[in-house]
């Protein structure tokens, strides 16, 4: 939530309070939480972005169940690019993250750090890739 807001920070956007749901991590509570929040809301945005995949089709299920159309009506993306998404029905658009790359580096940096205690900590960015499958409306 906080790289979201900071994102509409930048570009001037508002950030409405009403428009984010806060729902469970796993497929089940996503979709639960997903039900209840459209069960309280009775307008919603024209897209979500999801912590993650997991919670993205939960939700899906939740947004199709209420007669919503991905992407006709609502565009969702997520974030971590698991193989179901790839199946999931719309397939899920995604951001892919280099995991195994990123605990390598970790493994690495954690053993210079025992080797060294007095090395210098340092903040490292792995990047990502888009990954566009379905689920986002082409404008």
Same mark, same amino acid.
Request: aromatic share 10%.
């Given at each position: 939530? *906080?790289?979201?807001?900071?994102? #509409?920070?930048?570009?001037? /956007?508002? +950030? ?5 749901? @806060? ?6 509570? $996503? %979709?639960?939480? #997903?039900?209840? %929040? !459209? ?8 897209? %979500? ?5 997991? =919670? $993205? =089709?939960? &939700? #899906?299920?939740? !947004? ?5 159309? *991905? ?5 969702? *993306? ?7 998404? &790839?199946?999931?029905?719309?397939? /899920?658009? @995604?951001?892919?993250? %280099? ?6 580096? $970790? +493994?690495?940096? /954690?053993? !210079? $750090? ?5 090395? +210098?900590? #340092? ?12 689920? +986002?409306?082409?404008?």
């Amino acid at each position: 939530e *906080i790289g979201f807001k900071r994102v #509409m920070e930048r570009y001037g /956007l508002p +950030v409405r309070p009403e428009y984010i749901a @806060t729902v469970g991590t796993r497929i089940e509570s $996503a %979709y639960e939480g #997903m039900k209840r %929040y !459209l069960d309280e809301t009775p307008v919603i945005p024209t897209a %979500y972005f999801a912590d993650n995949d997991t =919670i $993205a =089709i939960g &939700a #899906m299920r939740a !947004l199709k169940e209420y007669g919503y159309g *991905i992407p006709e009506d609502v565009s969702i *993306i997520g974030f971590d690019n698991i193989s179901f998404g &790839a199946i999931s029905d719309p397939p /899920l658009t @995604t951001i892919n993250v %280099y995991k195994r790359e990123m605990g390598e580096t $970790a +493994v690495r940096e /954690l053993a !210079l $750090a025992i080797e060294d205690p007095k090395k +210098v900590r #340092m903040k490292i960015q792995v990047c990502t890739d888009f990954v566009e499958r379905g689920s +986002v409306r082409k404008i």
